[in-house]
C-alpha cells in the first residue's frame, strides 16, 4: 500500500541500521544496500471503441472509464487521456484498436499499463459521396459523339474513389466504366429526342465510399448533324 511507502520508483541506495531490544536508541550495525523498485504492471479493461465513417485518418476515440486490475487496496489510481489508432485509415470491421492513455491519482507513479486491453475493435464505415453528371453546355445534332463525364465528390484528400460507374440513358445502360480520379467518361452516340441521364456509382469491395446514385439529368436533341 503506497500510504506506507517511502521509496520512490528506481535505483535506490538505502542503509538499514539494527537496534537491540534492549535499547531502541543505539545503533548496533548498519549495512548499505542498493535496489531497484519497478512500477507494478496494471491491466486495462473495459473500453471501447467508438465506430465511425472512413475520414482517412488512423485516429480512433475510446471510451471509458475502464477498470484496472493489479492496484493495491486503499492506492489511488486511474486511466486518462484515452486514445485509439488501427494500423490502416481503410473502412472495415471488427478492425483492432490499439489503445494509449496515462494513469492519473497521487500513487500513479508506482504504477504502469502492461498492455494493450484485450478484445476492443472498430467498425469504419464506407463514407457517402456524392455522384453528379456533366453534360454537354452547348447544342448537340442527332449523330454526333459526345463526351458525358460522371464525378464523384465527398472523398477524403489522398483517397480517391475505387470501382465502376455506369451510365443509364432513359433507364438503360449505356455502358460502364473503371472510376479514375473520381470520375468517369462516356462516349456517346447522340440522336433525336427526350433523354434522361443518370450514372450510378458501384464501390469496390470492400472500399473507403457507399454506393451512390446522381440526380436524373434531362437533354432534348432536336436537330440533325450538319454535313
Given at each position: 500500500?503506497?500510504?506506507?511507502?517511502?521509496?520512490?520508483?528506481?535505483?535506490?541506495?538505502?542503509t538499514i541500521r539494527y537496534y537491540t531490544a534492549e535499547d531502541s536508541e543505539t545503533e548496533?550495525?548498519?549495512?548499505?544496500?542498493?535496489?531497484?523498485?519497478?512500477?507494478?504492471?496494471?491491466?486495462?479493461?473495459?473500453?471501447?471503441?467508438?465506430?465511425?465513417?472512413?475520414?482517412?485518418?488512423?485516429?480512433?476515440?475510446?471510451?471509458?472509464?475502464?477498470?484496472?486490475?493489479?492496484?493495491?487496496?486503499?492506492?489511488?489510481?486511474?486511466?486518462?487521456?484515452?486514445?485509439?489508432?488501427?494500423?490502416?485509415?481503410?473502412?472495415?470491421?471488427?478492425?483492432?484498436?490499439?489503445?494509449?492513455?496515462?494513469?492519473?491519482?497521487?500513487?500513479?507513479?508506482?504504477?504502469?499499463?502492461?498492455?494493450?486491453?484485450?478484445?476492443?475493435?472498430?467498425?469504419?464505415t464506407p463514407a457517402p459521396v456524392t455522384v453528379s453528371l456533366e453534360l454537354p453546355q452547348?447544342?448537340?445534332?442527332?449523330?454526333?459523339?459526345?463526351?458525358?463525364?460522371?464525378?464523384?465528390?465527398?472523398?477524403?484528400?489522398?483517397?480517391?474513389?475505387?470501382?465502376?460507374?455506369?451510365?443509364?440513358?432513359?433507364?438503360?445502360?449505356?455502358g460502364s466504366q473503371t472510376v479514375s480520379g473520381n470520375q468517369a467518361q462516356f462516349s456517346?452516340?447522340?440522336?433525336?429526342?427526350?433523354?434522361?441521364?443518370?450514372?450510378?456509382?458501384?464501390?469496390?469491395?470492400?472500399?473507403?465510399?457507399?454506393?451512390?446514385?446522381?440526380?436524373?439529368?434531362?437533354?432534348?436533341?432536336?436537330?440533325?448533324?450538319?454535313?
Amino acid at each position: 500500500n503506497t500510504t506506507e511507502k517511502k521509496v520512490p520508483v528506481g535505483e535506490q541506495s538505502l542503509t538499514i541500521r539494527y537496534y537491540t531490544a534492549e535499547d531502541s536508541e543505539t545503533e548496533a550495525a548498519s549495512a548499505a544496500v542498493s535496489l531497484t523498485l519497478s512500477p507494478k504492471q496494471l491491466t486495462a479493461a473495459g473500453l471501447t471503441a467508438v465506430d465511425k465513417f472512413f475520414d482517412g485518418t488512423t485516429a480512433i476515440e475510446v471510451n471509458g472509464p475502464g477498470t484496472l486490475s493489479g492496484i493495491e487496496s486503499g492506492d489511488d489510481v486511474a486511466l486518462a487521456d484515452l486514445a485509439g489508432t488501427v494500423e490502416t485509415a481503410n473502412a472495415g470491421t471488427d478492425k483492432p484498436v490499439t489503445v494509449t492513455g496515462a494513469l492519473t491519482g497521487k500513487d500513479a507513479g508506482y504504477y504502469t499499463l502492461s498492455r494493450q486491453p484485450a478484445g476492443v475493435t472498430v467498425n469504419i464505415t464506407p463514407a457517402p459521396v456524392t455522384v453528379s453528371l456533366e453534360l454537354p453546355q452547348t447544342a448537340v445534332s442527332a449523330g454526333e459523339t459526345v463526351t458525358i463525364t460522371a464525378g464523384i465528390s465527398g472523398t477524403v484528400s489522398g483517397f480517391d474513389a475505387a470501382g465502376t460507374m455506369e451510365l443509364f440513358v432513359n433507364g438503360a445502360s449505356a455502358g460502364s466504366q473503371t472510376v479514375s480520379g473520381n470520375q468517369a467518361q462516356f462516349s456517346w452516340l447522340a440522336a433525336k429526342g427526350e433523354y434522361t441521364f443518370q450514372a450510378k456509382f458501384t464501390p469496390a469491395e470492400n472500399g473507403n465510399y457507399s454506393a451512390a446514385d446522381s440526380a436524373e439529368e434531362h437533354y432534348s436533341i432536336t436537330k440533325e448533324l450538319q454535313e
